[in-house]
């Protein structure tokens, strides 16, 4: 019994201690860290957090030197962290969270350069590395940026980049710095009493309004801007001619008391101005206002006369040298003209168009005759392609040296005497080489006991291969036109007068080569309607009369979607023509037979293909984009001709375009160019 007792109170002090080491152990996870280190290895510090931490640290190489903190309170796991941090921050380093959990340390000054995340809001607000993306409504990124990078840390870990397009500020840093940064922004961006307010104008013209208006306040400058606010605005809609101002309240209320006391009637029925044109001709729209102007007089056909009682007279003139329109006329006249060369004069969409023009030819002939001749019986012979023996026997005869017989006359003691002389006459050979230079081919013969044969064999092969590429570019319904090629004089007539004295041909030139004329208009969307004009001609031969000129050509209108490739057309044929001259019954005569004829055998076979791709240009970024890639594609063209070497010329180097460079380089300065030589000097 006493066993039990006491067993039962040794219970009860074990549970006891248990419950009290348990509390213990509570306290200790809600506080379990008290940070002491003297004049201890950074490296050292940063290895026992990470081990208490549970956390895999990477440290830079340049991370060195020894701290010494100490802290009297214990703290938790995040107030740990956060300790850790802050002693990091306090000897100019710093650390990047990267997505897998793995923490590095690094140099304050290189961590902005890090993956540091991007966050929204204050999730953080310690001694962490972040970047925080602000969009600001009322105030320019422009203005703001410069204070902000003054109360940055831009030497360590801060940076301020404002991106005016959209209006954002990019802020990184510390999270606390961050997010102090972020509430100056949202105290500063704050729309004050900036109201808009319209004012219908009655005689005056809206536009011109706005653009005196715009001169005042350039030439007033930030002086007229109250209490350092946004200098006040104003835009013209010239649909209802009225002037919308934004501003403070004091900014606005001056604007539209000038423009009420500007806004008056004029003296006299006339108005005059002058317009300037960005991108149409002048020329080219007088005689559209002059229309408008008519049709709108014409409207008003009942009132032909104005409340003055004088006739609404309206002059349009242009002025090519300055690319200006001089517009007279009474101010509702005036605002219905402005408006119509408003939406005239536009930056007109280009197109560009590229062709390929592609033809392949195959030509075969064999031409094989035999022809026979004998001094009793005549001759056989062949003209289709072949030399004539008739023809070959004269020339061989005059080609032959003869023996002449000539008598020299002389006088002797009064009597005359004739003395026969014999002498060599040498051969003509001018028939002869006539006759060989036309030769084609095998030609051999023989001749024995006044028989003669003559055999001649011949094979041609013609194969080409034309690839032409010509593109160009112009304007929404402007023509272009292309050629490559050369000018071939034609004779069109010829004149001699009595006698045939002055005699003189005219001589037309014509063009010979790739033709391209192309009209593009775009159309709704992205389709470009092409009106083409497509020619391929080349010389074929001449003739008795001029020359023969091989012409291909196709004239169409078709609809195309914006780089899109269409084939025009194409012509594809094959010809074999056989030719047999031969003597009658003689020439039916199986394998004899071959001796008593010619035989003259030719195939032609071409393919040509036409194809047309448009491309529609829009605005000068792509026009630069496609001339960048056409001048670099023939750059590398002169650059691998250029690395092959000139042959029989090792020391001299090809020509060669330069890099292409979007930006205009600029001579240096005087200052730079003394700077630049004293740098040589040294």
């Known amino acids: 019994m006493m066993f039990n007792r006491r067993t039962r109170g040794i219970n009860k002090v074990v549970i006891a201690i248990s419950a009290a080491f348990l509390a213990m152990s509570t306290m200790l996870a809600a506080a379990d860290y008290s940070p002491n280190f003297k004049n201890t290895e950074i490296s050292e510090f940063i290895n026992i957090v990470g081990k208490n931490l549970q956390k895999t640290i990477i440290v830079d190489p340049n991370v060195r030197g020894k701290i010494t903190v100490r802290s009297y309170d214990l703290l938790t796991e995040e107030q740990y962290y956060q300790f850790f941090l802050n002693v990091l921050q306090v000897y100019d380093f710093a650390v990047v969270e990267m997505p897998s ?162 806004d008056q009637e004029l003296e006299t029925s006339g108005n005059t101005r002058v317009i300037f044109l960005n991108y149409s001709k002048a020329a080219d729209l007088v005689k559209v206002l002059q229309g408008v102007s008519a049709s709108i007089q014409a ?31 009474e101010p509702d006249m005036m605002r219905s003209l402005e408006t119509v060369i408003r939406q005239l004069d536009i930056r007109r969409a280009q197109v560009q168009v590229e062709a390929i023009i592609v033809e392949i030819f195959e030509g075969d002939g064999t031409t094989l005759g035999v022809q026979l001749g004998s001094e009793k019986y005549g001759v056989q012979q062949f003209t289709n392609g072949v030399v004539g023996i008739g023809s070959l026997a004269v020339g061989v005869n005059q080609a032959r040296d003869r023996t002449i017989v000539d008598t020299i006359t002389t006088t002797s003691n009064g009597d005359t005497v004739v003395v026969p002389t014999e002498k060599t006459q040498l051969g003509d050979f001018t028939s002869l080489a006539s006759l060989l230079g036309g030769v084609n081919g095998l030609l051999t013969g023989v001749v024995k006991g006044g ?186 063209e002169q650059l691998k001709r250029q690395s092959e070497g000139i042959p029989l010329m090792p020391f001299q180097e090809g020509p060669a375009l330069p890099e292409w460079d979007d930006t205009l380089v600029l001579p240096p300065s005087f200052e730079e160019y003394i700077e630049t030589k004293g740098e040589d000097k040294d």
């Open 299 to 329: 409207e008003e056909q009942g009132a032909a006369k104005s409340k003055s009682g004088k006739n609404r007279e309206v002059s349009i003139d242009s002025h090519e040298d300055s690319n200006a329109l001089v517009i007279t006329a």
């Open 451 to 636: 028989w003669a044969a003559v055999v001649q064999a011949v094979s041609t092969d013609t194969n080409s291969n034309v690839l032409a590429t010509p593109h160009l570019t112009t304007l929404d319904n402007e023509e272009a036109f292309f050629i490559v090629g050369q000018e071939v004089p034609i004779i069109t007539g010829s004149t001699t007068g009595s006698g045939n004295s002055n005699p003189f041909q005219s001589v037309d030139r014509k063009e010979v080569g790739i033709k391209l004329k192309v009209t593009p208009q775009i159309n709704e969307g992205d389709a470009v309607q092409l009106t083409i004009e497509q020619e391929v001609s080349s010389l074929s031969g001449a003739t008795s009369v001029d020359v023969l000129i091989n012409k291909r050509e196709i004239k169409t209108t078709v609809i195309v979607d914006d780089g899109g490739t269409i084939v025009l057309g194409g012509l594809i044929d094959e010809d074999v023509q056989e030719s047999v001259s031969k003597v009658p019954l003689l020439g039916d005569i199986p394998f004899i037979g071959n001796l008593f004829k010619s035989t003259t055998t030719s195939k032609r076979k071409r393919n040509l293909m036409v194809f047309i791709r448009p491309t529609i240009v829009r605005d000068g970024f792509t026009m630069n984009e496609i001339s960048k890639r056409k001048y670099n594609y023939i750059r590398a």
């Open 101 to 262: 959990g793995i923490i590095k340390v690094v140099r304050a000054k290189d961590a902005k350069t890090s993956n540091i995340p991007v966050v929204e809001g204050e999730a953080f607000n310690g001694d962490e590395i972040i970047t925080r993306v602000v969009p600001l409504y009322n105030v320019p990124v422009r203005e703001l940026a410069p204070i902000l990078r003054q109360l940055s840390d831009s030497a360590g870990a801060g940076s301020v980049v404002g991106h005016d397009a959209s209006n954002v500020m990019m802020l990184t840093g510390r999270a606390a710095a961050v997010n102090r940064l972020v509430e100056i922004i949202e105290r500063v961006d704050r729309a004050g009493d900036e109201e808009v307010e319209i004012v219908k104008l009655k005689f005056a013209s809206a536009s011109e309004m706005v653009r005196i208006i715009d001169s005042i306040n350039k030439s007033q400058g930030a002086a007229g801007n109250a209490g350092g606010k946004s200098a006040p605005r104003v835009v013209a809609d010239d649909r209802t001619n009225s002037i919308m101002v934004s501003g403070d309240t004091k900014a606005r209320a001056r604007l539209i008391n000038l423009i009420e006391r500007m």
